[in-house]
């Protein structure tokens, strides 16, 4: 189960050291995926929308 969440967590690195200028990320339902909450706190901004 590790080496999947490593995975996961290198495509996600990657995703994120290719956007250029600014990179959105969206998951829905009120938790954050954990990969996502390992993130420093100081590299996002969190925004909230109703739809």
Do not use: C
Request: charged share 35%; no cysteine.
């Amino acid at each position: 189960m590790t080496e999947h969440w490593d995975t996961q967590r290198r495509l996600l690195y990657v995703a994120m050291t290719r956007a250029k200028t600014v990179l959105r990320m969206y998951y829905s339902g009120e938790k954050m995926p954990f990969l996502l909450s390992e993130l420093d706190k100081d590299l996002y901004r969190k925004e909230i929308r109703d739809n």
